[in-house]
């Protein structure tokens, strides 16, 4: 892949940059900047290498038209914050406006373009389609840069098409990502330690089969401890079960036992009667109430988790251990987290919710070696699967520039 080192001088050149910039709002203000704040260094380093740049993003899911409750204007105003210097806001995207203002940026100028999902081609599973909207943002600039990790794992014109028809490069947080997740698939450091919780088993199928063959340690919390443990034949009361999943539960025990994968399951619950902040108890994993569910791992669990943790060189971590956002479920993923913190290697939080949980309870992201931007992008990695916008970015991008 091209850096943007590799792209040569960019002075007067203008930079398409495409960026996630997909921040929780409440009405125009900005909850959690944290993505606009991870965009920066890259647009800055383009900025100050003399380029032109015009920042393409999305914001939430506008449906293929304009809407106003959509508009990247606080993004622009932030982002503006951030860099310390005025960015102009396109009030389209690849329109009359955008034009004017993408031919009259100078040298160092930053502009973004107004949602790149106000238009129906950005999505469009029709190639054609998706392809005429390339066209149209290709038009506006001389060079790409991807950098948009959040949507990397999307076909989509402003992540794909556009890197077929323009000199391509990768952006720096792109490229951090992508070493940290490599560094977990192709060579971790050993003990490696995968935590997986969240809500369903389901939802982490491809993780685990992916993963069970190369982790040492696998530690299962979460909603989705239910399931392993009626699978070996458990009463889990009222608790999260996919009983269509036993099955597979069963297999993973089975697979994890073969190869020598060390599977832990909690062996006590906090559990609660309902599904309410109140009544909770700590109950053996092997004798939940039938009238009660579980909603945290125990605190011997808990202890025990903290422990194979801190002894690992290698941690990845996706899904919560239990309903943090409730104060007495919150004590298994927050030792989790502060194990997490104390790993001589590598710890990486992966998944929307877990990074949204060790801020909640109080850790700072610097307190771990690395906390993924893109939730999805990096599970789909971690599942082994090919991520459009970084394949394309690998083949060789129009006009020779790979050199
Ligand atoms: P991520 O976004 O990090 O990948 P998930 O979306 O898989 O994580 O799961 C997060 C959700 O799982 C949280 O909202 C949490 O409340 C829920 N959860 C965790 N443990 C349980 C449980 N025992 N029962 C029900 N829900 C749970
Ligand atoms: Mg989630």
Same mark, same amino acid.
Request: proline fraction near 4%; charged fraction near 30%.
């Given at each position: 892949m091209t850096t943007i080192q590799g792209l040569?001088?960019?002075?007067?050149k203008r930079v398409l940059v495409r960026s996630d910039l997909n921040v929780p709002l409440d009405g125009s203000t900005i909850t959690d900047d944290g993505r606009v704040r991870a965009s920066v260094p890259t647009i800055k380093a383009l900025s100050d290498a003399g380029a032109r740049v015009l920042v393409t993003a999305h914001l939430g899911r506008p449906d293929g038209t304009p809407d106003e409750k959509y508009s990247l204007a606080p993004v622009a105003a932030r982002l503006a914050e951030l860099l310390g210097s005025p960015v102009q806001l396109a009030?389209?995207?690849?329109?009359p406006d955008a034009q004017r203002i993408a031919s009259g940026l100078e040298d160092g100028q930053v502009a973004v373009l107004e949602?790149?999902?106000?238009?129906?081609?950005?999505?469009?599973?029709d190639d054609a389609v998706r392809g005429a909207f390339a066209d149209e943002l290709a038009a506006l600039a001389d060079v790409f840069v991807s950098d948009g990790f959040g949507v990397v794992h999307r076909k989509q014109a402003s992540v794909y098409d556009i890197a077929t028809r323009l000199p391509a490069a990768v952006g720096g947080l792109v490229e951090a990502e992508v070493t940290v997740l490599k560094r977990l698939t192709e060579s971790p450091e050993r003990p490696y330690t995968v935590v997986l919780g969240g809500s369903k088993v389901s939802d982490k199928l491809g993780v685990i089969d992916n993963l069970l063959d190369k982790a040492d340690n696998l530690l299962i919390g979460g909603g989705m401890v239910f399931t392993f443990l009626k699978a070996q034949g458990h009463e889990v009361g009222k608790?999260?079960?996919e009983e269509d999943q036993l099955d597979i539960a069963r297999g993973y025990i089975e697979q994890a036992k073969a190869q020598g994968v060390t599977l832990l399951l909690p062996t006590d619950i906090v559990v609660a @009667?309902?599904?309410?902040? *109140?009544?909770a108890s700590v109950v053996a994993a092997d004798a939940i109430p039938t009238d009660q569910l579980g909603l945290d791992i125990g605190p011997d669990s808990a202890a025990a988790f903290a422990e194979v943790i801190r002894g690992s060189r290698t941690v990845f971590w996706n899904g @919560?251990?239990?309903?943090? *956002?409730?104060a007495s479920f919150a004590a298994g993923t927050k030792a989790v987290a502060q194990a997490l913190t104390q790993v001589d290697g590598l710890s990486v939080v992966g998944g929307g919710d877990s990074a949204a949980a060790v801020r909640q309870l109080?850790?700072?992201?610097?307190?771990?070696g690395h906390i993924s931007t893109g939730g999805g992008a990096s599970l789909e990695y971690l599942e082994g699967k090919t991520l459009p916008g970084l394949t394309v970015l690998a083949s060789p991008s129009p006009e020779g520039t790979d050199a």
């Open positions: 040569g001088d960019l002075r007067g009030s389209d995207t690849v329109g949602n790149v999902r106000f238009n129906v081609g950005e999505t469009s599973k608790s999260l079960l @009667p309902e599904f309410k902040d *109140e009544g @919560p251990m239990g309903v943090f *956002e409730m109080g850790f700072a992201d610097d307190q771990f």
